[in-house]
């Protein structure tokens, strides 16, 4: 298996609240078929789909699907911008959890829960800077970058 995730499924009940949440974050809608709202990330997609149909697709019953304990991470490159976007969600109709604030890792970080339940971290991590070319994370950031 290649060291990816290609696509992110989030399985909702209110379709239309849940397209109207992303797109005032600013994702761009993608196409895709019917009953599937896709917004192309970078280097993924993050997919909405009904909560129902998903656990018919899945063969299993609803209620076992539940949230469990996934995040959903979104980095960025300061404490202001961390800042500005939990204040975006808010906006937007998202719970924060976790009001942005130092961490004890030495970075910058909130939680909000999405009009689903799906719970995002929003951090700012000095040990990981991101790609300066398009912004891409990974661990430890890119050295020589």
């Known amino acids: 298996m290649e060291a990816r995730i290609s696509l992110i499924t989030l399985g909702v009940r209110d379709m239309a609240r849940a397209t109207a949440f992303y ?12 009953g599937v709202v896709a917004f192309d990330l970078l280097g993924q997609t993050l997919g909405l789909f009904d909560l129902e149909k998903l656990a018919e697709d899945i063969g299993v019953p609803v209620d076992s699907l539940g949230h469990g304990g996934l995040t959903l991470a ?72």
């Open 23 to 34: 797109e005032s974050l600013g994702l761009a809608r993608a196409e895709g078929p019917d």
């Open 74 to 145: 979104h980095n960025v490159p300061s404490r202001a911008e961390v800042d500005a976007l939990m204040r975006l969600a808010e906006d937007a109709g998202a719970t924060v959890l976790k009001p942005p604030q130092e961490v004890f890792w030495g970075g910058y970080h909130g939680y909000f829960a999405d009009p689903e339940g799906h719970i995002w971290e929003i951090a700012h991590n000095p040990f990981s800077p991101l790609r300066s070319t398009d912004g891409a994370f990974r661990w430890q950031g890119y050295p020589g970058d």
